[in-house]
């Protein structure tokens, strides 16, 4: 049956981890900008990198806030819906997830409560260190969540007994073959996505004349950040592929849509791939080229997905269109940083409004080729949890029942909803308002949460 | 089989566990609360437990976590036992946790958002009394797995202890207020205190007698001789607690209701430990048969020796930071 207590719970993994990953994709940039700007602000005393940074804080709590709850929901997902793959994994994988709580979450809510409300309890270098501390809780909390995700990819360091897997050597668990390329792809992957939202909030602030001085500065400020990383993400993007290649041939043969083993295998920009079949329908190729990308010589072999037995294929469409799109804004980025130096070159940065324009639309790009990422890398692995090892079939909690399932599904739905949207349009709300109206006063440091602030015990 | 960690690890999950309760159970309790003051004392409410919220909520990822590393096996049938009211704890705890950016930012929607914090809050603490009724009396276990239906949550008794920690969050709820707050939201949360602290002492008296009904196992731990006696003081000092609770309640004194209070949580929590020795799938798995093998809990108990005392330290360092009152109408505007 289709609509059974597997599928459902795939869907509403699906649909609690897609909308959180939005979050961190933001946070965990953010929370790194926001540091750099309270260090500035710290070592210039110049109230320019105060204001700017008070502006981001106040997205940066909205977005928090919500990346928090939404995370709740996360661990309590795999003992509800997953509760065969929290038994069969937790002896190897749960002590990686206890020491992201244990290094990052403290780490980030504790810090974060000074860096919002306590600019006027402690001195400015503790308010700058609470700054560094949750952009270090942030990517701290990266390196353990990717190391599960990674292990989940390429297994290594464990022995099985009795159905289940046991550790052997934690170094080899959590340094994977697949995780330094995952962490490096994914870290970059969300400074790349908070550049471009900077980029195109300060492309927006200027066309609208709002705070045209803080803005000229961000943007500057994320074009020479976008320059460096976008090319440097494409190197490591090819790198991570060249893994996937070696430790999982079928992943990778369903993203090049490849259905027959090849040497000289063309590199196919497009088609219909049809599993059924087994093979690539209208495919538009580049004779030679995918051996080339993929093995970097002209005769390297690919694997095909025909190769593997029918019950170990991925379905081939979602990670071979979900790369394309990822690939495709990847170049897409690629031509706005560098557009974005060759006009500051030129001094027509700020007056080119075709360039604006393009930033302001293109601001949310990088979520789009997270959340397309994340389906090439989730989708490509199935039909496994951990991979060659253990099935997602075989992973799910069997007492649940499709109609489960199915309320807790809707109501996931309903709520997520409601408070997504939500949220976003405060972030608008708070963009509206653009940097400039801030002071170095408490009004800006209290991030519009409460007019009833604490009172320092010295201020009293 | 003797795993020398198991011991330790229980203590580090009780010990967090409760930390949890404690500590997001007064965030949760003000939250409760707040739907019976007068609008113009709710941002006061809020701004009590603004800078603490989340790093409160912390505390049950890590208990989440914890369970699911120290003893697999149990958080794999106790989750899946209890789909609903954690689904509904965890969808409460989202509108709640949401609230407190959005209801300053939505002025029109304001009633919408206080509701939902209000709301939420006490759902979210309704779920977990469920959650804890549920578990005591235990689940239907074939080999590894949960092997009933996820509606069996569904009992009186998981009812009668939902609301008893509605109870007791909003005791600590009010306690905290005491220590935060001043003048007439203080006076008001003496009473709202009193009022909860009567709830609490008729729900451990219930929950007190109806488990030793229920269940022989528990019947004979406190019973049987000399158990009666060893475990005496705890009911006694339950008795005595309470009854000081009260009068600190009504004295001029701030803070001793609110570590009164606590003791209360405590002493209910040794009460349930007791009446569940050594078990964590009451009636089916021991501590010892649930728990991982003794690579993992070493790999974990090394990292979290060193961090737990680090986190504890900066969590108390941020309660210090925020150690003053919070006033209305004197904010920076």
């Known amino acids: 049956m289709m609509w059974d207590a597997l599928f459902l719970s795939r869907l509403q993994w699906v649909w609690v981890v897609s909308w959180h990953i939005l979050l961190p994709a933001l946070t965990v940039g953010l929370a790194s900008y926001i540091a750099v700007l309270e260090g500035l602000a710290f070592y210039t005393g110049n109230a320019l990198w105060a204001r700017i940074s008070a502006f981001w804080t106040r997205i940066f709590a909205v977005s928090f806030g919500m990346g928090v709850v939404s995370g709740i929901v996360m661990p309590f997902q795999m003992g509800t819906n997953w509760s065969r793959f929290s038994d069969t994994t937790a002896n190897v994988l749960a002590p990686l997830l206890a020491y992201e709580g244990l290094t990052a979450f403290f780490l980030e809510a504790s810090f974060l409560g000074v860096l919002l409300f306590g600019r006027k309890l402690v001195p400015p270098w503790v308010h700058f260190f609470s700054g560094l501390m949750v952009a270090a809780g942030t990517l701290f909390s990266t390196f353990w ?68 001085v803080e803005a000229r500065v961000m943007m500057r400020m994320s074009l020479n ?236 | 089989m003797w795993q020398s960690l198991v011991p330790i690890w229980t203590a580090i999950l009780a010990v967090g566990i409760f930390i949890y309760v404690a500590l997001d159970g007064f965030d949760l309790g003000v939250g409760i609360l707040y739907g019976f003051v007068e609008p113009d004392q709710r ?37 899946p036992a209890v789909y609903f009211p954690i689904l509904i704890m965890l969808l409460a705890l ?49 080999g590894r797995v949960f092997a009933g239906s996820s509606f069996d949550f569904a009992t009186p008794f998981a009812l009668l202890t939902g609301f008893a920690l509605m109870f007791g969050y909003t005791l600590l ?80 004194d701030e803070l001793t209701p609110f570590l009164a209070s606590v003791g209360l949580f405590l002493l209910s929590f040794l009460g349930i430990a007791v009446s569940l020795w050594p078990m964590i799938v009451p009636g089916k798995y021991t501590l010892m048969e649930a728990a991982s093998p003794e690579s993992t809990q070493a790999f974990l108990l090394v990292g979290t020796l060193f961090l737990l005392p680090v986190v504890l330290f900066y969590t108390g360092w941020s309660y210090w930071i925020f150690r003053s009152k919070v006033r209305t109408g004197t904010g920076y505007h």
Not at chain 1, 188 to 200: E, H, M, R, S
Request: charged share 15%; glycine share 10%.
């Open chain 1, 225 to 460: 950040l976008l320059i460096i990383l976008v090319p440097i993400q494409m190197i490591v993007g090819d790198l991570h592929g060249l893994n996937t290649r070696t430790y999982q041939p079928a992943k990778l043969a369903a993203i090049e849509g490849r259905y027959d083993t090849a040497a000289r295998a063309p590199l196919t920009l497009f088609g219909i791939p049809d599993d059924a079949a087994g093979k690539m329908k209208y495919a538009v190729e580049i004779p030679a080229l995918g051996s080339l990308l993929l093995t970097h010589t002209v005769d390297g072999e690919i694997k095909g997905i025909n190769s593997f037995p029918v019950d170990e294929r991925p379905p081939v469409a979602i990670p071979f269109f979900s790369f394309r799109l990822m690939v495709a804004i990847a170049l897409l980025m690629l031509f706005i940083a560098a557009a974005g130096q060759i006009l500051r070159a030129f001094g027509r940065l700020d007056t080119a409004t075709w360039f604006l324009r393009l930033c302001q639309w293109t601001a949310p790009l990088g979520f789009v080729a997270v959340i397309a990422g994340w389906m090439t890398t989730e989708v490509g692995r199935q039909p496994w949890t951990v991979y060659g090892l253990l099935r997602t079939a075989q992973s799910v909690t069997p007492s649940l029942t499709g109609t489960d399932v199915a309320i807790s599904l809707s109501l996931y739905m309903l709520v997520y909803l409601i408070m997504f949207p939500t949220g976003i349009g405060f972030m608008f709300g708070i963009i509206r308002r653009g940097a400039a109206e801030d002071s170095l006063g408490p009004a800006a440091v209290e991030a519009g949460r409460t007019t009833t602030p604490y009172i320092g015990q010295s201020g009293d």
């Open chain 1, 145 to 212: 969540i990717l190391s599960v995700n990674s292990w989940m990819q390429t297994p290594a360091g464990f022995h099985v007994e009795d159905g289940r897997f046991f550790p052997d050597d934690w170094w080899a668990v959590i340094f994977n073959p697949s995780f330094p390329y995952r962490y490096i792809h994914n870290v970059t992957a969300f400074y790349i996505t908070t550049g471009f939202v900077v980029l195109g909030v300060a492309a927006y602030l200027l066309r609208s004349d709002r705070s045209p």
């Open chain 2, 43 to 79: 941002e006061t409410m809020m701004s009590s437990i603004g800078p603490f919220w989340d790093g409160n909520e912390t505390w049950l990822i890590l208990g989440g976590v914890g369970l699911l590393a120290a003893f697999p096996l149990a958080f794999a049938i106790i989750i």
């Open chain 2, 94 to 142: 989202v509108f709640r946790g949401v609230a407190f950016e959005f209801r300053f930012k939505q002025i029109h929607l304001q009633r919408f958002w206080d509701g939902a914090f209000c709301g939420g809050s006490a759902v979210a603490t309704f779920a977990q009394g469920m959650v804890l009724g549920s578990f005591i009396q235990g689940f239907k276990v074939e």
């Open chain 2, 173 to 252: 709820g009010a306690s905290w207020l005491i220590v935060k707050t001043e003048g007439g939201l203080q006076s008001w949360a003496r009473k709202a205190g009193h009022i909860s602290l009567v709830g609490v002492c008729v729900a451990i008296a219930i929950v007190s007698i109806w488990t030793p009904l229920a269940s022989p196992a528990i019947m004979h731990r406190w019973f049987d001789w000399p158990n009666r006696l060893i475990l005496a003081p705890l009911p006694v000092l339950t008795i005595g607690l309470a009854i000081y609770t009260w009068r600190s309640l009504g004295r001029d």
